[in-house]
Nanobody, 121 residues
Framework: QVQLVESGGGLVQAGGSLRLSCVAS????????MGWYRQAPGKQRELVAS???????NYADSVKGRFTISRDNAKNTVYLQMNSLKPEDTGVYYCNAIINAFGNPYSHNYWGQGTQVTVSS
């Protein structure tokens, strides 16, 4: 069984910073692309940032220059450093990973349970 567990969310004032972490655990053979998505109330879930196994990154235009995604392959962990936070960054942040588990010939898409980020004005 594979699971993703996020941590690091919370309440912060506009202009502040937060760092999210997500650890993948279980019977993992390899972790491929990892990423962070967010969902604001009444809105669809959207991609915030993604990172490949060789650390190529992709960001939503709304967070470029403020957020940084990184990963530690040895720890099956992905991070999201969020600086200069704005109220519009508020939402539930979900970790996502494409994982090949032992005993399964195919990779699958896994999601964490989500962590709340609230930015007050």
């Amino acid at each position: 069984q594979v699971q993703l567990v996020e941590s690091g969310g919370g309440l912060v004032q506009a202009g502040g910073s937060l760092r999210l972490s997500c650890v993948a655990s279980g019977s993992i053979r390899s972790v491929n692309d990892m990423g962070w998505y967010r969902q604001a109330p009444g809105k669809q879930r959207e991609l915030v940032a993604s990172i490949s196994r060789d650390s190529s990154t992709n960001y939503a235009d709304s967070v470029k220059g403020r957020f940084t995604i990184s990963r530690d392959n040895a720890k099956n962990t992905v991070y999201l450093q969020m600086n200069s936070l704005k109220p519009e960054d508020t939402g539930v942040y979900y970790c996502n990973a494409i994982i090949n588990a032992f005993g399964n010939p195919y990779s699958h898409n896994y999601w964490g349970q989500g962590t709340q980020v609230t930015v007050s004005s």
